[in-house]
């Protein structure tokens, strides 16, 4: 059974840039384009790993991620923040909400999946 990933984003473009990167690969995708939607999505579909923007309508992606670590079904699910967030203390910032991993956009492709591929492991 192939792994599957979350990416929460809402932008359509964005998420046509990883659709067609995770099209390359093993893995199946499933997609949210808000962040209440990938907290239902994250319960109901339980993936193996999530792509978590930041910069989401309805609830941004600190919260979303902070809510899905606080449930103990979900907790061991990794969250990588993929965003455009990039200043100094944003990745840190990202790190304390609970994201396992960090990725500033623009991203590359081949950093993207080695991040992948490294969490699911």
Do not use: W
Not at 105 to 110: G, L, Q
Request: glycine share 4%; net charge negative.
């Amino acid at each position: 059974m192939s792994k599957r990933i979350l990416m929460v984003e809402d932008t359509e473009d964005n998420r046509q840039i990883v659709r067609d990167l995770i099209a390359t690969t093993e893995y199946e995708l499933i997609e949210a384009a808000d962040g209440a939607a990938g907290v239902a999505a994250a319960a109901a579909q339980k993936p193996d790993l999530i792509l978590m923007d930041i910069q989401l309508p309805v609830m941004d992606g600190y919260e979303a991620t902070r809510h899905i670590k606080s449930d103990p079904a979900l907790r061991h699910i990794p969250i990588i923040a993929v965003t455009s967030y990039a200043l100094s203390g944003d990745e840190a910032k990202a790190l304390a909400a609970g994201c396992d991993g960090y990725i500033a956009k623009p991203f590359s492709p081949r950093q993207l999946l080695a991040k992948v591929r490294e969490l699911l492991a």
